[in-house]
Nanobody, 134 residues
């Protein structure tokens, strides 16, 4: 059974960097053609794709967050991480790590936006609340 678990601070001050780690068990993040994502959900809104790291290490980001987001991995620990810099209260959300999507993210993107269906995430962690506040 594939399990994902998010960890990291629940409170971040404005202008600081949000850092979260996802620990994966039951599957390897280097399995061929696998993709591993960070997604978030703000109050009253749907799931929003933040970014993805592919099995070979290539990263992809939402156009709206690309300038502030960075995803990395530690294959020895089977973990991948998210750093989101210069956060504002608009970044307050429940952050999830997930397995998916099925294809490389550009498959789901047009010139200006990416729309990855929620069903493309086959496993998700329980989520962690991150609040941006002074």
């Amino acid at each position: 059974q594939v399990l994902l678990q998010e960890s990291g601070p629940g409170l971040v001050k404005p202008s600081q960097t949000l850092s979260l780690t996802c620990t994966v068990s039951g599957a390897s993040i280097t399995t061929s053609l696998s993709y591993w994502s960070w997604i978030r959900q703000s109050p009253g809104k749907g799931l929003e794709w933040v970014g993805t790291i592919a099995y070979e290490g290539t990263t992809y980001y939402s156009p709206s967050l690309k300038s502030r987001a960075a995803i990395s991995r530690d294959t020895s620990k089977n973990q991948f991480s998210l750093q989101l810099s210069a956060v504002t209260p608009d970044d307050t959300a429940v952050y999830y790590c997930a397995r998916g999507p099925s294809y490389s993210p550009p498959y789901y993107c047009s010139d200006y936006e990416c729309n990855i269906p929620d069903s493309e995430y086959t496993r998700r962690g329980q989520g962690t609340q991150v609040t941006v506040s002074a």
